[in-house]
Structures are given as C-alpha cells and as structure tokens.
C-alpha cells in the first residue's frame, strides 16, 4: 500500500460552501426576526407559550436527529456490503450532512458529504452515491405522502388554492424522484462516447480521458447499487427505512403539536403532522436557503385558511425550535467533524488511491481499457448526473 492510500479521507468542504453556510446561517435567522417585528411578535409573546413546551418542541427535533442517524446506520449496513465497514463516526457525519443540507442554497450537500465519507471508508464511490440518494428518496416519498394527505384535507375544508398547490408540488416531487430511482434501477445507465469528445476539446486529451471514465465506471457501480435495492431480499431494509422516515416525521408533527396547543389551538396529533407537512411541502420549493420565509408563511397560510386560526408568535416559536435548534446541534457536530479534518481545505471525493485511474499492470488507463477496478468515479459528477 502507498503512503498516499494510508492517509485518512478529508471531509472538509470548499471554501465557497463554507461561504454559503456562512449566508445560511444569517439569512435564515434575519428571516425569523424580521417575521417577529413585522408580525409583531415581541419577547412577552414567546414567553407567554411557555419553557416548557418549547423544550418539548425542540426535545422532539433533536430526536430527529438520533432518528436520521439510525437511519444512515441501517442503510449503510445493509448496501455497502461486504466486508463490512467501520461506522466509526457516523453519528457527527450524519449530523455534520443535516447541516450543510440546511445551510446551503441546495440540499444535495447532505448526501454528497455522507457518500464521501463512505468512499473513504472504503465503499465504491457510485455505490456510496447511491446510499445517500435512496435515504433521500425515502425521505421524498414519506414526506410527499403526507404532504398528498394535506392537500386533500385543505381542499375538503374549501382552500382549493392551498390544496392544488401543495398537492401539484407533492405529485411532482414523487413522480420526479420515481422517474429518476427506476431509471438506474432497471436499466444501467450508459454514458455516450460523444460525452468524451466533447470534454476531450474543452479540456484536453488526458484530463478527458480521465472524467471520461470517472463519469463511466461511476455510472455502473451507481446502477448495480440501484439494482440490488430491487431484490426481495431487500424488503427487510425498504420496511426499516420506511418506518424509521414515519417515526421522525411524526416528531416534526409533535413538535408543532406541542405549540399550537400552547398557544390554543386544540388540535390532535396527526392533524399536527399533516399541517407541518402542508408547509414543509411548499417550502421544499428550492427558492430560499431552509425554506427561511416559505414555511413561516406557508405554515401561516395553511393554519389561517384550513383552521382559521392565526398565530404569528406560535409559528416563529416553532420555527425556532425545530430549525434554529437543529442548526445550532448539526453545526456543532459539523464544527467537530471540520476540526478533525486532515489536508486541504476540500472535501476528497475521490478515493484517495483513485486520483491517478490505473489499469492492474500500472498503465495510466484510457476509455479503451477495459482493466478498470471499481469506485473511480467522482462522487460530484455521480450526483450532478443524477
């Protein structure tokens, strides 16, 4: 083994994402207060709803956290395959992907970080891709199931606007998800030769022939991945995950349960969920970083026009303790997974032995070579392509 192959992965993100979690994090929380003076809201009208069910409300949060991270765990047990690979820090990972998924413009930072981290546990980078895409898309499906239920409800309760909406984005989200999981899943995906000509005059012979090939056998291990999650021998994972994704949403509904209660409105548990569903669906329309301002006004609209019920200091209240809350756990797991980075300031998204694509008898290989070994493929180029 090299010197090279032996130092540990860096898991450290560009310098511009770090700019973006820096906007993030401002905007996100400037939304919130500017929400409060606009609306009204002041101090006394937070601490009149009480400590108690704020803790409850952010208790419940975090425990979406614990949630994700057994989630990750029983995910990447059952598809990373053999041998079997060191979850040593998994949890701060988890956690660490939560953050930039909340902190920047596009969420796909979240898996991309997970997958990374896979690869450089040893994990063929299109397989360690496709792990952290099917997390997502049973988050998709869940959440867009309950968002379905939402609509409906808000079109019997006469909001036919409301319900049209949050039902149009919910089909889209399904059926784009569905379209993009069958396609690798039952057929491979090929890319066309005429990909490497055309990087071959933009960027040269060698450095084509080099993404060439990352996009090719990146591809492959992407599908084969997507493959084995089709066999009824998977069954037992697709259960786990589905109930698993079933058990946080539900905490994203206690937690708004708890306040709207405190704040008067009586309302039951499951009604709870599907109004926080209601908004978080809108929100999932990628037009702010967190959905800052679309949920709190989605959220706002939904609770006016299905339940007549209008509750500004309710909603900012809740918005604190389930994203605030959550930021200010993820980022301090992303602080200990930066600080124990080694190298430069860059996530590797690449293998660290995978830089310089080889054939077995040490030749640089060429798209002709058939002596590839697997997992060369940048993760990035996996996910954009996905």
């Known amino acids: 083994m090299t010197e090279t192959a032996k130092q540990p992965p860096d898991y450290r993100l560009p310098r511009s994402v770090l700019r973006w979690v820096a906007v993030g994090l401002v905007l996100t929380t400037a939304v919130v207060i500017v929400i409060s003076v606009f609306s009204g809201v002041t101090p006394s009208d937070l601490a009149r709803l009480g400590v108690v069910p704020f803790g409850l409300a ?164 992407f599908s084969v991945a997507a493959h084995a999650i089709m066999k009824r021998h998977s069954l037992p994972l697709l259960v786990k995950s589905v109930g698993l994704t079933i058990l946080e949403d539900l905490l994203e509904g206690a937690a708004l349960w708890v306040v709207l209660n405190a704040m008067g409105l009586k309302i039951d548990f499951f009604s709870a969920t599907i109004v926080a569903f209601a908004a978080l669906t809108i929100a999932s329309i990628p037009i702010s970083i967190g959905g800052a301002g679309v949920t709190e006004l989605s959220m706002q609209s939904y609770l006016l026009l299905v339940y007549g019920f209008s509750s500004w200091a309710a909603i900012v209240l809740w918005r ?42 040490g030749r640089s290989a060429s798209p002709d070579n058939g002596g590839l070994r697997p997992g060369m493929a940048q993760l990035s180029s996996d996910h954009k392509r996905v």
């Open 58 to 221: 952010a208790a419940a949060s975090v425990g979406r956290l614990v949630v994700q991270t057994a989630r990750f765990r029983v995910i990447a047990t059952s598809l990373a395959g053999e041998p079997k690979i060191d979850l040593g820090g998994l949890t701060i990972v988890r956690m660490s992907s939560e953050f930039i998924a909340m902190s920047t413009p596009s969420e796909v930072g979240g898996p991309v970080l997970r997958a990374a981290w896979l690869s450089g546990k040893g994990v063929d980078s299109g397989k360690a891709m496709w792990i952290g895409y099917f997390e997502v898309l049973i988050e998709i499906y869940v959440g867009a199931a309950f968002g379905l239920v939402a609509a409906a409800y808000a079109l019997i309760k006469g909001a036919t606007v409301l319900g049209l909406t949050i039902g149009l984005i919910a089909t889209v989200l399904i059926v784009g998800y569905t379209l993009v999981f069958i396609v690798p899943a039952v057929k491979s995906i090929k890319v066309p030769h005429r990909v490497f000509s055309m990087a071959a005059f933009l960027l040269g012979g060698p450095r084509a022939t080099r993404f060439y090939l990352r996009a090719v056998v990146g591809s492959l291990n």
């Open 320 to 361: 604190v303790a389930t994203f605030q809350v959550v930021l200010a756990v993820s980022g301090l797991a992303f602080l200990l997974l930066v600080r124990k980075s080694k190298g430069p300031s860059k996530i590797d998204l690449i293998r660290p032995e995978e830089h310089s694509p080889r054939a077995p008898d």
